[in-house]
Structures are given as C-alpha cells and as structure tokens.
C-alpha cells in the first residue's frame, strides 16, 4: 500500500457512502431534503432537444420509465464523455494538489456562468452539470489530498477506507440488505417499511 494515494480511497470511500444514502434513504416520502435527488431543472420532458434527437434517431429504445427521452441517449453521452476524460485527465495530476484545486474552481466557475445560458441537468447530463460536478469533485479531492497525504490527518479515516477501498462490494450490499429485509413481511409491508413508519 506504499504506492496507493489514501487520500483517493478516502475521497471514493466518502462518494460511495453518500451515494448509498442517496439511493437508500429509508422512506421515500420522508427523505432529509439534502439526500433528494436533483429536481429537473424546469424544462418538461419531452420537449428538449436530448428528447428530439432521442426520438429521432432511437425510436423503441428510450428510457422505459419516461419513454419520451433517455438519459443515456445521444445528446447526453457527449458530455458524459467528457466527464471521463476529465477524470483521466484528474489520474494522471493525483499528486499535483494545487493544480487540482485550482482546475476544480476554474470548472466551478466556468459551470455556475454556463448554468445562467444552460441550466444544469442531471438527467440531461449537461455541460453545466458536468462542469459544476467535476470542479466540486477536484475542489474536494485536492481538499482531502491535502489533510490526508500531504498533513498526515488521517484518524477518522479507518471506516471510510473500508468504503474506498471495497465500493463495489458496498454498493452491491447496499442494494441487496434493503431488498432481502423486505422479504420479512410485517402485516401487509415488508420490514423496511414497517420499520419508517
């Protein structure tokens, strides 16, 4: 482990624990307004551009819980794209603090003015998004890279390297448990909902 960036398990230790928060909150019509999922961002659904080069060009193979658009159709896969590179772009900089700070205010900024000419859309995946996105990620690793590799602050990060380091195997369970507690049937509900009433 003398090669590993701990401050990379700790930054993907943390991701993977909000995202099973997000995606578990325990009672979908009590949810603590921070773990919501983003809002659409005002435009309806299917009337978007994504929507009419989806239609367009992937007639039978949209999204089925809209089937007016797909999230990862054409249109959004562009700057889905992006974000990759960007990550690897990120991988290749992982020691280089400042830089990544500096990059992760520069996309902050560049994402928030393009957010005023073209909102931010998570479902759309757009370039807003991805730039705000991305900027908050390198503004928190180069944060984390700091305390943890570079200032040796490293005592609270014991359970969240157990995330960082196995996130696959967390997020499979953090789908599974739910499910499987739900098979316990209390009444007319399964346990989970029993338990957040």
């Known amino acids: 482990m003398q090669n590993r960036v701990i401050s990379l398990d700790v930054f993907r230790g943390l991701t993977v624990m909000l995202m099973t928060l997000v995606n578990n909150p325990g009672d979908w019509g009590h ?25 367009l060009v992937l007639p039978g193979h949209l999204w089925a819980v809209s089937k007016t658009w797909d999230p990862e159709g054409i ?3 562009i700057p889905a794209i992006a974000t ?47 730039g705000v996105t991305a900027g908050w990620a390198l503004l928190s690793f180069a944060i984390l890279r700091y305390l943890v590799d570079e200032k040796n602050l490293t005592t609270f990060i014991a359970p969240i390297l157990l995330f960082g380091m196995h996130p696959m195997l967390v997020f499979f ?23 957040y009433q």
């Open 84 to 130: 990759g590179i960007i990550g690897l772009i990120a991988g290749t900089q992982l020691r280089k603090t400042c830089l990544l700070g500096i990059s992760g205010l520069i996309l902050l900024v560049i994402g928030f003015v393009w957010d005023l000419a073209f909102p931010m859309n998570k479902a759309l995946w757009t370039s807003s998004f991805v």
């Open 173 to 195: 369970f953090s789908g599974i448990i739910p499910r499987a507690l739900n098979m316990i049937k209390i009444g007319d509900q399964g346990f989970v909902g029993w338990m």
């Open 75 to 77: 249109l959004s896969t």
């Open 31 to 55: 949810i603590y307004a921070p773990f919501e999922h983003a809002k659409w961002h005002g435009c309806t659904e299917g009337t978007n551009l994504a929507a009419y080069v989806d239609n």
